[in-house]
């Protein structure tokens, strides 16, 4: 895990990342996001409905933790305008299992 500082790197982590071979596709519980690339707000939208518990996390390619939430509507969005530009993983978790899409910040 790299940490910044004033643009530098200030210090690293040794992390363990488990690596996905395969998802199992969802079509019931469908997302997209948009626009992708992006400024830094993206927005998430699903089927969501209300009787649904739906959280989201957003991952460097490090693997750290930026973001984390409830997806609480059909419209989520997501501010990473304070982190680096590059590249995120945004991943969707319900009781139906997990969706992973990759946005670009620039």
Request: charged share 20%; hydrophobic share 30%.
């Amino acid at each position: 895990i790299l940490t910044y500082a004033g643009g530098q790197v200030e210090s690293t982590t040794n992390f363990t990342m488990d690596i996905v071979t395969s998802l199992r596709e969802n079509r019931e519980r469908s997302f997209s996001v948009y626009p992708n690339p992006g400024p830094g707000i993206f927005i998430v939208e699903t089927n969501y409905h209300e009787s649904q518990d739906i959280s989201y996390e957003v991952y460097s390619l490090s693997g750290t933790t930026v973001a984390k939430g409830l997806v609480t509507s059909a419209i989520t969005e997501i501010d990473l305008r304070n982190y680096p530009n590059g590249t995120y993983l945004i991943v969707l978790l319900s009781d139906q299992g997990r969706s992973v899409t990759r946005v670009i910040k620039k």
